[in-house]
């Protein structure tokens, strides 16, 4: 099997052409946020050089706006329930990471 047959079905997705759709809304927002990327860090960081606290700060502002983005390209090419459940099962395995965490510290 290959690459694109477990991920189809990984993903539950039934034809080739959402398939593409998919990997399509991916690209995009890639690309999108990538030119989102370069005004934010040129504006914020002094000859190019970013701190660490930039780092941090950037990948915890960078999420939301992937997703959103994601759900944006998604719902123009028709693939919104697709993105909607990627998203919520993101969302939850967050959660769990966090739980697993929290016990870890309750428990010591």
Do not use: H
């Amino acid at each position: 099997m290959n690459w694109i047959n477990k991920l189809k079905e990984k993903w539950k997705v039934k034809s080739s052409g959402q398939f593409a759709m998919i990997l399509i809304v991916f690209a995009l927002t890639g690309s999108t946020v990538l030119l989102i990327k370069k005004p934010i860090v040129d504006y914020f960081t002094i000859d190019g050089e970013k701190s660490t606290l930039f780092t941090i700060i950037y990948l915890i502002c960078v999420l939301p706006i992937y997703n959103t983005i994601l759900l944006f390209y998604g719902s123009l090419l028709g693939q919104f329930d697709f993105f909607w459940n990627y998203e919520k099962k993101m969302i939850n395995r967050f959660r769990r990471k966090k739980k697993k965490a929290d016990n870890k510290l309750k428990s010591n």
